[in-house]
């Protein structure tokens, strides 16, 4: 008998850029992998991005979003870090943290690093080539308060 084959499909994920207000972002590695990536993880069948992305943030990193509004950011697509052969779908939200956020569940590793710092890390393709540059973008726009 053949075995079933795997899921080619693309991997729909809600997933969050979180900066800590002073120039660095939080990456997250999951335990028996090399890349950092961002918080967050996959939406379930009828579930919306954003409410993915709480409950992930919950699960992960034991932070519950009451007061915090996650910023739509934008969908971006790459090839999965940790799945070969598949690729990634975000929709990717925008969020500030003060303080340690600890890794839960599947998570290893959660780091607050600069630009350059992540630079040195192996990062995942979403990271590496949407996510790091998106932060850096909006680091440099021009303030919009008065």
Known sequence: MDPIPADTGP?????????????RLLLVRKARTEAFMQAGGKIELGEHPEAA??????EELNWVLEDATPVYLGAFAAPAANEPGRR????????????DLAPA????EA????????????????????ILPLFERLATAP???A
């Open 105 to 108: 569940a599947e998570l290893a």
């Open 143 to 145: 303030s919009t308060s």
């Open 53 to 58: 992305l709480r409950r992930e943030l919950a």
């Open 88 to 99: 990634v779908e975000a929709e990717v939200y925008g969020l500030t943290a003060r303080g």
């Open 111 to 130: 780091v607050w690093v600069d630009p350059e710092a992540a630079r040195a890390l192996v990062l995942a393709p979403l990271t590496r080539d949407h």
């Open 11 to 23: 991997i729909r994920i809600g997933a969050a850029l979180i900066d800590d207000g002073d120039g």
